[in-house]
């Protein structure tokens, strides 16, 4: 069965604090994983979409990379309005699986 | 562009009442995604329409089910509603089934 299971559950940051978020899966044939950000109460943004291993990819403060296992969310330099939940999520052959999701809260 | 649309933003009901949520997915998309995220849970996949027929279904009871119309816009109805099924329910879409799902704002059903 797929699984996702993301690490840690909860980060706290002090602004400009640089992380990483993980993302660990299994999933039979990986058709492509999937970042959002989450606010509270709303629906989840896209971020990124990484599709095979050694594949990295770029927004602003955000860096994604993919291995043939986990997935890593960089966080450089983080500012408050980076507060959020991040959801990991992979397509396989079957459904899109989520993960529980990592709370960040950066404080200033 | 537009993005994904849901109706309605909130809507309060009383054990075994009848709901219907409605979703309108970005112009193009044919693929339709519900996704149930209780408080604090994660997101819990419901059901995949494309091209108007159900795809697959998660693990829900027959009670929640839904279509798609000729202009893939979709419902979701839940039956016989119960105190645990208060959540936030959210509406993706996405080009293919491969593809990226974009979400909407979800509406959020209270249950009394």
């Known amino acids: 069965e797929d699984q996702v299971t993301q690490s840690p559950e909860a980060l706290r940051l002090q602004e400009g604090e640089s992380s990483s978020l993980n993302c660990s899966y299994t999933?039979?044939?990986?058709?492509?994983l999937f970042w959002y950000r989450q606010d509270p109460g709303k629906g989840p943004e896209f971020l990124f979409t990484?599709?095979?291993a050694g594949e990295e990819k770029e927004k602003e403060r955000l860096k994604a990379t993919l291995t043939k296992k986990e997935s890593f969310l960089h966080i450089t330099a983080p500012k408050p309005e980076d507060s959020a939940t991040y959801l990991c999520?992979?397509?396989?052959?079957?459904?899109?699986?989520f993960g529980a999701g990592t709370r960040l809260t950066v404080k200033p | 562009e537009a993005g994904v649309t849901q109706s309605p933003t909130h809507l309060i009901k009383t054990r075994g009442q009848q709901v219907t949520l409605r979703c309108s997915p970005i112009?193009?998309?044919?693929?339709v995604y519900w996704y149930q995220q209780a408080l604090g849970l994660g997101l819990q996949f419901l059901l995949w329409?494309?091209?108007?027929?159900?795809?697959n279904r998660g693990n829900f009871p027959p009670r929640f089910s839904g279509r798609q119309f000729p202009n893939y816009s979709s419902e979701l109805n839940v039956n016989a509603l119960e105190l645990e099924d208060s959540a936030l329910y959210l509406c993706?879409?996405?080009?293919?089934?491969?593809?990226?799902?974009?979400f909407g704002p979800g509406t959020r059903l209270t249950v009394l």
């Open positions: 990484l599709y095979s």
């Open positions: 993706a879409s996405s080009l293919d089934r491969a593809d990226t799902q974009y």
């Open positions: 112009s193009g998309h044919t693929s």
């Open positions: 999933v039979s044939g990986l058709r492509g």
């Open positions: 329409y494309d091209e108007g027929e159900e795809r």
């Open positions: 999520a992979v397509q396989g052959t079957n459904d899109m699986r």
